[in-house]
Nanobody, 123 residues
Framework: VQLQASGGGLVQTGGSLRLSCAASGRTFSRSTLGWFRQAPGREREFVATINWSDMTAYADSVKGRFTISRDNGKNTLYLQMNSLKPEDTAVYYC??????????????????WGQGTLVTVSS
C-alpha cells in the first residue's frame, strides 16, 4: 500500500482546509485509516481514525472541528479541518493498516504511512 497526502497549506486562524490521502492497493475498503500530526519539537500525535465499518474517533483537541471520511470508490481518505487554530500547525500524515482495529489511536497500529503535508495556521 502506498499513500500520498496532499492539501496542506497556509491558512488564517478560523479558516478551513481539506487534506486528501490517495492510496494504492486493493484492500483500501477493508483497511483502518488514520491521520496523525507532528509539530516542530513535538512527538507525532493522533488526530483521527476511521475503521473498515466507518466508525470514527478523534483526539479531544480536534473533536467538533475536524471530520475524517473515506471514499472507497476513489481509494481516498480525507480530513476536513474547520475552525483552525495556530496550535494545529504541523505536518499531517495519513496512515493505513489492514488489521480491522476498532479505533486505532496509536502510531504503531499502522503499517503504512504517507509522506506528510504541512499545515500552517497563522494568528
Amino acid at each position: 500500500v502506498q499513500l500520498q497526502a496532499s492539501g496542506g497549506g497556509l491558512v488564517q486562524t478560523g479558516g478551513s482546509l481539506r487534506l486528501s490521502c490517495a492510496a494504492s492497493g486493493r484492500t483500501f475498503s477493508r483497511s483502518t485509516l488514520g491521520w496523525f500530526r507532528q509539530a516542530p519539537g513535538r512527538e507525532r500525535e493522533f488526530v483521527a481514525t476511521i475503521n473498515w465499518s466507518d466508525m470514527t474517533a478523534y483526539a479531544d483537541s480536534v473533536k467538533g472541528r475536524f471530520t475524517i471520511s473515506r471514499d472507497n470508490g476513489k481509494n481516498t481518505l480525507y480530513l476536513q479541518m474547520n475552525s483552525l487554530k495556530p496550535e494545529d500547525t504541523a505536518v499531517y500524515y495519513c496512515a493505513a493498516d489492514e488489521t480491522r482495529w476498532t479505533a486505532a489511536k496509536k502510531a504503531d497500529q499502522y503499517r503504512y504511512w504517507g509522506q506528510g503535508t504541512l499545515v500552517t495556521v497563522s494568528s
